[in-house]
């Protein structure tokens, strides 16, 4: 069983931060591929970051220079550090798990990430 919860969202001001955890149930954390998405209203969910269990990172186009992705696997924690927030970033972030035998398979329930004055 997995299980992974989203926190930190809220509502922020444009030009503020935030970071987002997910904290996960499975025992696979640390050889694991983790992954943030999005979804806008009216929008497809969209891949944010994503890291693998070597610590190799990717991120959208949209999002590079403010936001990183990073993992503690001590903790069995995938965070998003979010800066420099804008309008646009206001969406559901969600939390994804994969492996290599059930790829980007495990997601959590979401968090909302509000950016407005």
């Known amino acids: 069983q997995v299980q992974l919860v989203e926190s930190g969202g809220g509502l922020v001001q444009p030009g503020g931060s935030l970071r987002l955890s997910c904290a996960a149930s499975a025992s696979i954390f640390s050889t694991s591929v983790m992954a943030w998405y999005r979804q806008a209203p009216g929008k497809q969910r969209e891949l944010v970051a994503g890291?693998?269990?070597?610590?190799?990172?990717n991120y959208a186009d949209s999002v590079k220079g403010r936001f990183t992705i990073s993992r503690d696997n001590a903790k069995n924690t995938v965070y998003l550090q979010m800066n420099s927030l804008k309008p646009e970033d206001t969406a559901v972030y969600y939390c994804?798990?994969?492996?290599?035998?059930?790829?980007?398979?495990?997601w959590g329930q979401g968090t909302q990430v509000t950016v407005s004055s």
């Open positions: 890291i693998t269990a070597g610590g190799s990172t």
């Open positions: 994804n798990m994969g492996t290599f035998l059930r790829p980007a398979a495990y």
